[in-house]
């Protein structure tokens, strides 16, 4: 048991969820015709569009002796590996095609499966479902389907703008998310004149709710201390604003500001790529400043630079991790972190054993911190 009033030590396990859609590339990136490589939970993957643009996603090797299929030739349809030229259907990689057969040669060509995954494109990108190991002997079982769709940014009008950024960082999913999550480091990491100063730094007080999966930040008005919703506040002459912020496993980050008829919201996702490396990826959408030619753009800026705040921060992390040093995570301020690290521990659990997951919040929790 840990002293009361002492930090807890913890170590992060860098653990990476299967079981869940995760964004893989930028749908505007994948064209028809022409394969792309994507690594997911160091996963390797190869990325097209069939002939009728539905986004596909096979495992990059070929269950023959392991060749990269994106090197392959696609006609549309089928992939041929460009070893020994066997041939699967993108969408199921079911083999299709083994041209050394001959006539009199009775293997089963249509039991042989490339590795395939579900995918879907939404909100301007490509996701695929990496679902949980199968057994060994892969390469002959067919894909396995998703539980439900890929998650989706939350519109309340039907005329919106949509915008992504991305970022990578040298860091493990876990540290990415602990620090897309952190509500210490803004006074330190994100100060610009017109945003806010380390001056403004002032006690906060919010209130958490567990919500399946996950934990949410209860609607709430945004910090007086920050010009842009001060503006908005403004522009909407509206006289709340409130945002929602959910945070749900594996990795989600959706963020709700409404204001009178106007709204923004994101969905912003941390992705594993290996161990050491992750993604960030960020989708807005807005019906706010749609008139304004310089709107989006302006948007774009200051998230732009908020992306990269955080990035250039934990690169220099990655070097002080390098060295595995004890972390420690605080109250209130690292509470959100431990959430998480206890949501993802609950979630293991509960695959492990097959019984329902057991939620690590009993109730509403408010939390004090200063930023
Ligand atoms: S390695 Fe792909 S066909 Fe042989
Ligand atoms: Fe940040």
Known sequence: MPELGLPQRQATDTLMLTGFWYRALPADRVHRNRLHKATLLEIPLVIGRDARNQPFALRDACPHRGMPLNDGKFDGENLECPYHG???DVHNGQCQLIPSLT?????????????SYPC???DGFIWVYIPDPGPPGAGFTEPSEAPDAAP??????DKYKLAYLQAEMPVSIDHGIIGLMDPAHGPFVHQAWWWRTQHSIHEKKKNFEPIPNGFRMSAHTPSSNSAPYKLLRLYADADSITTTIDFVLPNVRTEII????????SLT???PITRNQCRIDVVAAWNIFRWMPFGPELL?????KFVEQDRRTMEVQAEGLQHNPHLMLIDDADRPAKWYFQLKAAYLEAKRTGAPMKHPMSGPVTLKWRS
């Not at 006539?103 to 590795?115: E, H, W």
């Not at 409404?258 to 919201?265: D, E, I, L, T």
């Not at 774009?300 to 732009?304: E, N, Q, R, S, T």
Request: no cysteine; proline share 0%; net charge positive.
């Open 152 to 157: 989706q940014i939350e519109k309340f009008t």
């Open 103 to 115: 006539s009199d040669q009775t293997l089963k060509v249509d039991r042989i499966y490339a590795g």
């Open 269 to 271: 996702t941390v992705t």
């Open 86 to 88: 066997w041939q699967f």
């Open 258 to 265: 409404r204001a009178g008829k106007y709204w923004f919201s």
């Open 300 to 304: 774009k800026f200051v998230f732009a």
């Open 120 to 122: 879907e494109e939404q």
